[in-house]
């Protein structure tokens, strides 16, 4: 059996890798038996369609199918080995994985695009050009994987000295970062211009002019927008400069926001351009709940748009989960500290295509298309006309189908596989299996489909399922005490966990008398920004989870008039919001601790305490924050200065915040419990055994099942019966696994950007907790009222109860809604 060219590439890294699984890529199609059920002969006559696959029929160039990294991709940074070079590996290693074709990474500019920060290359006019973020990094692992993977490269900003985006300074700062990545080996494909902020004709022109004068084979894609997505596509229906400088249109939502993906338009204009279509940018949507959307896109792109090239957003959701857009990417790396990861269904509908066909491959219209009840198909040829993949997704379909297929113009083919994922099925041993391996009858096959698939058809081989998996569990928190003083690392680098939410944060030479090291603020001039939001330099770090009662300490030092900021107890997060307890100290001395939250909820900003200390620029003091219960007290300089009773915050991670925008400097940041925090119950200890309602229907990308309020993942929420809305009293009922003593629960809301910046629905007000030991007979143990917050909420009752089963009932909330993001219940 011949393998394909592609798998020749670097063979000695991806033999490694497979003789790790215990596989070598073909071997499957070796073990496979060659079977067909029933005869070829009689599933070809009870087919009701028969699509022809012609190697010599028209049809466009498959461009490729890849994943866009921006500030999505921080934590994957931080990964520990091996797991961060087994996530690498599902992302990129041809015949392993999702196999990415096309990799876009941000041109960062130290604002916030989308989860967080990127830092940008050049942070000052007379920088040359600083290798920061880790953006380098994953295109060398991408390239190292694969070597044929397209680079891609678009800016969400610019820096605040280049003076505006649409300027010929802005033109220079982009082919500086060109001019950087051909320094370093890079051969970057495609670049764009703005992203989601329109087009400006003539600075595209001026700009395509610059980049083809000294980079001649690199391809300018526009517009990158979301707004008017195909407007600069009709603009060069009348502007012939501009349709000179534009090689390919790209437009992001081509089959809408956040949705099933059902239906995928561009208009005639675009289409007659004779320029390549490209859905630049979609959500990804969850990295298992999105794989069925997922799937749809991938054929119905050129199905319905003829667009030949797609990029999802986020190739990795590798940010912290109480960000309200989290699990957004084709996998999941939120837990740097463990090494768990999670590797879901989206993954394997990539690898449907990318695994089958190559950019450059051709579709071949006539056997692209729809099948009688719903199902989608597209097929394609390699450039040689021997090779042939169709990929058929039965999402839609109403029933079990038989296809029958011809093979014709030079595809003739002795065996054909056949691929398959149950998209409806939670079981990874249903995801991407080599199902059947059929003998052609005088170049015909047929195949039965059942609905809720992902098939592929094909005459290659070399295709592997990836098994590697992590350690760790979802469960591992992150272990305290923690101490960073940053003399480990050289200048210019991220620190380890700390994830920028805006501004440049970097390792720096301390100043102020001290050796060794420091974290600092570098950026000093306000971004031209992607988003419209005020903003203040900050970063953020910890097991987002539970960390409850502790103090955290950091050494600051100003070194200009401004203020820095002292975090704890942060719930969530916003580009312009940490939801937590701020400690603020001015040059002047001016200390103030408030709270934040989303104004959503009332006010934006409350002060609890202020007072005056000797602070002054260029000297180095000690903020700290000690959190016990609802004891808040604010240090300076290992002394305590106020202490205020406030029990809004229970829990939440550390962060740094800095003046808009000034320099300084934090060193020495620790934390530490303050007590002893409550023993709880490990969640994989216990299971949901009812719930009154749950939320079934898929909203913005998210499902709402019972169970995902002790899964160990904040992002994720139970959420009551919606459509139809069936109001409240609804209660959910946990199994604690057997008897124990329970003395409270923790009540996490729900942190998607609707519950909290949008519509703010199903915030639980009143909340009551039932106990039994048998499951029949159950006591009220305890009942509160909470005000609709960010807050994680806790409610204890005096002494501890035994029961097994822990029923908390949401009598009240807002919209007469109830969610739980994540439910602890404490006890032992």
């Known amino acids: 059996m011949k393998r394909p060219a592609k798998f020749m590439l670097s063979l000695s890294y991806r033999w490694r890798h497979f003789l790790a699984g215990g596989l070598l890529p073909f071997c499957g199609l070796v073990l496979a038996s060659c079977h067909s059920g029933p005869t070829q002969s009689g599933l070809i006559a009870a087919a009701d369609t028969l699509v022809t696959i012609d190697a010599t029929a028209p049809g466009l160039v498959f461009d490729g199918a890849g994943a866009i990294s921006a500030s999505s991709s921080r934590l994957l940074y931080d990964y520990p080995e091996p797991e961060r070079s087994q996530i690498l590996d599902y992302l990129f290693l041809p015949n392993y994985g999702g196999a990415m074709q096309i990799l876009k990474v941000e041109i960062g500019s130290d604002m916030n695009s989308t989860t967080g920060a990127e830092p940008s290359h050049m942070q000052a006019a007379d920088d040359p050009g600083t290798e920061r973020g880790f953006e380098w990094w994953l295109m060398r692992e991408a390239k190292k994987r694969n070597p044929d993977i397209r680079l891609y490269a678009l800016a969400w900003g610019t820096p605040g000295w280049v003076g505006g985006f649409w300027t010929d300074a802005n033109i220079g700062y982009l082919i500086r970062w060109l001019d950087m990545a051909e320094e370093r080996g890079f051969v970057i494909d495609y670049i764009g211009g703005w992203n989601e902020r329109s087009f400006d004709a003539d600075w595209y022109v001026k700009f395509s002019k610059a980049v083809k004068a000294k980079y001649p084979n690199v391809q300018i894609v526009g517009a990158d927008d979301v707004a008017d997505p195909w407007g600069i596509a009709h603009a060069m229906v009348d502007n012939e400069a501009l349709r000179d400088a534009i090689d390919i249109v790209g437009a992001h939502s081509a089959c809408g926001w956040r949705n099933r993906y059902q239906h995928c338009t561009s208009p005639e204009d675009a289409r007659g351009l004779g320029k390549p279509l490209w859905n630049s940018e979609h959500s990804s949507l969850s990295h298992d709940t999105g794989a069925e959307a997922m799937a749809r896109a991938m054929n119905r792109l050129y199905i319905q748009a003829r667009i ?283 200390w103030m601790l408030y709270r934040q939250d989303f104004a959503v909820f009332g006010k934006w900003i409350t002060p609890l305490d202020s007072g005056r200390v000797d602070m002054g620029i260029n000297q180095w003091h000690r903020l700290g924050l000690r959190m016990t219960g609802d004891s808040i007290v604010a240090l300076y300089d290992g002394k305590p200065v106020g202490t205020v009773m406030d029990d809004y915050y229970t829990s939440g991670q550390i962060g740094l915040a800095v003046s808009p925008w000034h320099h300084a400097q934090f060193d020495n940041v620790t934390v530490g419990k303050t007590r002893e925090w409550p023993q709880l119950i490990p969640q994989q200890e216990m299971s949901v055994v009812d719930a009154t309602s749950q939320m079934n229907n898929f909203y913005k990308g998210y499902t709402f099942k019972a169970d995902y309020a002790i899964d160990g993942r904040p992002e994720t929420a139970w959420y009551t019966g919606w459509e139809p809305k069936l109001g409240l009293p609804q209660s959910i009922t946990v199994d604690l696994g057997r008897k124990r003593e329970v003395s409270g629960i923790i009540c996490q809301p729900r942190y998607d950007s609707w519950n909290i910046i949008g519509e703010t629905l199903g915030h639980i007000t009143r909340c009551n907790v039932y106990l039994s030991e048998d499951g029949d007979a159950y006591e009220l143990a305890g009942t509160t009222n909470w005000t609709p917050g960010s807050a994680v909420r806790k409610l204890e009752w005096q002494g501890p109860r035994k029961a097994r089963f822990v029923r908390i009932e949401a009598a009240e909330g807002t919209n007469d809604a109830a969610s739980i993001g994540e439910l602890q219940i404490i006890g032992q």
């Open 308 to 590: 030949t090239g797609n990029l999802c957003w986020s190739l990795i959701s590798a940010w912290y989960a109480t960000y309200p857009i989290a699990d957004t990417g084709l996998a999941l790396a939120e837990w740097p500290w463990s090494g768990y990861y999670r590797i879901g269904k989206s993954i394997w509908a990539y690898a449907h295509t990318t695994q089958f066909a190559q950019p450059g491959w051709q579709y071949l219209d006539p056997a692209c298309g729809f099948l009688p009840g719903g199902a989608s198909y597209v097929s394609l040829r390699s450039p040689d006309g021997v090779r042939f993949s169709t990929i058929v997704e039965t999402l839609d379909a109403d029933t079990v189908r038989i296809a029958a297929f011809a093979l014709k113009g030079g595809l003739q083919s002795d065996e054909v596989y056949v691929w398959s994922t149950d998209l409806r099925s939670d079981d990874p041993a249903d995801h991407f299996i080599l199902t059947q391996t059929i003998r052609p009858d005088s170049g015909r096959f047929a195949v039965e489909l059942e609905p809720g698939r992902v098939y592929t058809l094909t005459n290659t081989t070399g295709q592997h399922k990836g098994n590697a998996q992590p350690q760790a569990t979802v469960h591992d928190v992150m272990p305290l005490p923690y101490a960073e003083d940053f003399d480990g690392y050289e200048t210019g680098r991220l620190a380890r966990y700390f994830f920028d939410l805006n501004g440049g944060f970097e390792t720096a030479p301390a100043k102020g008398g001290r050796n060794g090291m420091s974290y600092r603020q570098t950026v000093t001039k306000n971004p031209v920004a992607w988003t419209r939001f005020a903003v203040t330099p900050a970063t953020l770090m910890g097991d987002p989870r539970w960390w409850g009662d502790y103090e955290v300490g950091a050494d600051a030092l100003l070194e200009e008039p401004g203020y820095v900021e002292l975090l704890g107890r942060v719930a969530t997060h916003g580009r312009s919001t940490q939801a937590g307890y701020h400690l603020r100290v001015d040059d002047r001395g001016n």
